[in-house]
């Protein structure tokens, strides 16, 4: 068969191989997320369980949206701008100050037909764009509570408020740190309507022991978090918001989903978790069959889950089921007999039900105020919190020098418990066999010079990564192990002998391409792959460090040595990778790094672990074992130079020009080291 022939069979191979791998990773995604959702699903509940995990549950849920350690309530300041005169209510235009200047904009209603103290509805916006504010555009929903004797409050969101700020971070903006911050503005929509909550209780018009909630779309979502988290909430009503994560994740709901509609998910919380939290109170679930981003397979897999909790509780047993779910053939929107069920299941829980009547209920909705009217301020403040507030929320940990090593080592163990537990939380504690097998590759130059072979390995569970391997022809005893981690930049040619031919007579020389890697990914379906692993507790790099681990695993054992010299290396995104996985495995001798990221702000995320500490930090867990940068230091990096003195081993903080140098001297670690 003529060569080229030959050439063009082994390049569709090699494409045909890389595109089922592709696929059976994503596959593999959607399985993992079914361990959650069953785990919630097959659940055996009993009061006594519920009540022993009920607090922990709440405290996960408040850590994920950045609310513990618990927030100071600075002064609300709160700021009357203009009322407004109805046949049945008043409007009160309101500002505050969640915090300091995190402005929160609203329109307060109170009825004129009848005597406080008035039990109140607060209705939480969904993404409604407005300049004048979202909470303008949904009018028809809510004016109906403060005509028939409710005191309602509502809010402006985040997004698309009079003051907006960001919500579209990693759906629309790539911004991935996010992730490594453990960031939603969930947490923000929450703590604001728990601050209005806080101005309600000073309202002698307001009775504060009978308050509701309710919302559409975001707001429904945010609805069942300030519940699930309040307690001062009575009564919760969320429309069109209800959902399991194997259904969102399954259907590829995610990417079409705010961020706020998540929480980075290290606890392994499903969402009917979350709801469980709001029991005894009274619960009403509203979904449309025909909702495309909250369907019925979510929101009744929820509603059964959620069920079973409020079975437990003693109150549904005195007073009739306190969870319910009604369902209307419509979509993404609130039908008339939605509005009409959330009435009544306000008016029943917050004692009102005895002075209306049925017509009352199906009564139509005062006419809409014009959206102009009912702004609190003439034009945004420039200075603002809610234009940065993701950058505020929660702070990323800086990079400092310890007091002494003793102060280090601590903070260390500290740090990869937070990695084994949190970060990596997800992995396997028995991993499945390699199950390894050869493949069909020549390895190019490698072929000629050394002993190629290709394979592929299993990582999880019906997850195979790829890995080329290399071992010297002309020495029995390999001196050492260089693992190449591989980014999809690097899919051109195994080895890249510029750099690792000086290696092949006496090395082992192993590529590993984690999943996903060995192609590039387009934009938009990286962000789908990114969210949806953060559902689960994961990121992309987290996965693809696992899979590193995997394959040094497998490398030490292909060359018969467990005691072998093993040295992991990686260019830019990969170079963290490498990083972290010599971090998590303490038979790594050195890692050699290019292009290192110097902050979780431009690296690939690892969730929630900005929080404690930065890429620097991380950096000087390696000591006293040799962490190599090619071919420079960067400035950024002196703690880590800081940590390795700290620890005593300076000298095995190196700089060379190439991961051929850095594997030879890494075996002479006193020999040659540049500055």
């Known amino acids: ?250 259907k590829r709901l995610v990417q079409g989903q705010c961020d706020c509609t998540f929480f980075p998910n290290v606890f392994g919380l499903d969402f009917p978790d979350i709801l469980g939290l709001i029991a005894p109170r009274p619960l009403l679930i509203l979904g449309g069959r025909k909702d495309p981003i909250f369907p019925p397979s979510g929101f009744r897999g929820a509603y059964r889950r959620v069920k079973r909790t409020y079975e437990c509780c003693p109150e549904t047993r005195l007073d009739g089921p306190r969870v319910r779910l009604v369902e209307s053939g419509a979509g993404h929107t609130d039908p008339p007999h939605f509005l009409e069920e959330t009435r009544r299941w306000m008016a029943r829980w917050l004692g009102l039900a005895d002075r209306l009547s049925d017509s009352d209920y199906r009564e139509l909705t005062p006419l809409p105020s014009p959206p102009s009217v009912l702004r609190c301020v003439e034009r945004p403040p420039a200075r603002a919190l809610n234009y940065g507030v993701h950058e505020a929320w929660i702070c990323p940990s800086r990079p400092t020098m310890p007091a002494s090593r003793r102060a280090w080592e601590e903070r260390a163990a500290g740090l990869r418990d937070v990695l084994r537990t949190r970060v990596f939380g997800w992995v396997p504690d028995t991993p499945p066999p390699f199950a390894a097998r050869k493949l069909i590759g020549s390895g190019g130059f490698a072929g000629t010079l050394a002993r190629y072979e290709k394979w592929e390995i299993q990582t999880e569970a019906g997850l195979r990564v790829v890995l080329d391997l290399v071992q010297p022809s002309r020495s029995k005893q390999a001196r050492g192990i260089v693992l190449w981690v591989r980014r999809a930049a690097d899919q051109v040619g195994f080895p890249d002998l510029d750099e690792l031919l000086p290696l092949l007579p006496e090395w082992v020389v192993a590529a590993v391409s984690p999943r996903l890697s060995e192609r590039p990914l387009p934009t938009a379906r990286y962000a789908e792959i990114e969210r949806s692993a953060a559902l689960l507790g994961r990121t992309l790099a987290a996965m693809w460090v696992w899979d590193v681990l995997r394959a040094a695993q497998w490398v030490r054992e292909q060359a018969g040595n467990e005691q072998i010299p093993l040295i992991v290396y990686g260019k830019g995104d990969a170079a963290l990778v490498g990083l972290i996985a010599g971090v998590m495995d303490e038979h790594v001798e050195q890692v050699v790094v290019s292009d290192l990221p110097t902050s979780f702000r431009t690296a690939p995320p690892l969730l929630t672990l900005w929080r404690d500490a930065d890429v620097p930090e991380i950096a000087g867990i390696i000591a006293p074992r040799t962490l190599t940068f090619v071919p420079e230091i960067l400035p950024a990096f002196e703690v880590t130079r800081g940590l390795f003195h700290l620890c005593g081993a300076a000298d095995r903080l190196r700089v060379e020009l190439s991961v051929a140098e850095a594997a030879m001297a890494g075996l002479n670690p006193h020999e040659g080291a540049r500055a």
């Open 1 to 250: 068969m003529p060569r080229r022939w030959v050439r063009k069979a082994q390049t569709l191979y090699s494409d045909a191989g890389c595109a089922s791998r592709q696929r059976s990773a994503e596959r593999h995604l959607r399985r993992q997320v079914f361990r959650i959702s069953e785990v919630c699903h097959d659940e055996k509940i009993s009061l006594e369980d519920w009540l022993n995990r009920r607090d922990t549950r709440r405290d996960q849920l408040a850590w994920m949206l950045g609310l513990e350690p618990v927030r100071l309530r600075s002064d609300l300041e709160p700021q009357s701008t203009g009322q407004l005169q109805r046949d049945r209510f008043t409007v009160e235009k309101l500002v505050i100050q969640s915090l300091p200047g995190l402005l929160v904009t609203a329109n307060f209603y109170l009825p004129r037909q009848s005597r406080g103290p008035w039990p109140c509805v607060i209705y939480l916006n969904g993404h409604w764009p407005s300049l004048d504010g979202a909470k303008t555009g949904f009018q028809d929903r809510y004016l109906w509570y403060p005509a028939h004797g409710f005191a309602l409050l509502v809010l402006d969101p985040l997004q698309f408020g009079e003051i907006p700020g960001i919500h579209l971070g990693t759906n629309r903006l790539s911004m991935w740190h996010w992730l490594s911050l453990g960031y939603t503005p969930a947490g923000v929509e929450v703590w604001n309507a728990m601050r209005a909550i806080d101005w309600l209780e000073t309202r002698p018009e307001i009775d504060a022991t009978r308050i509701g909630v309710t919302g559409i779309s975001g707001g429904g979502v945010m609805t069942q978090y300030l519940a699930a988290l309040d307690e001062r909430v009575k009564v919760a009503a969320a429309s069109c918001s209800t959902y399991t994560i194997a259904d969102q994740i399954c």
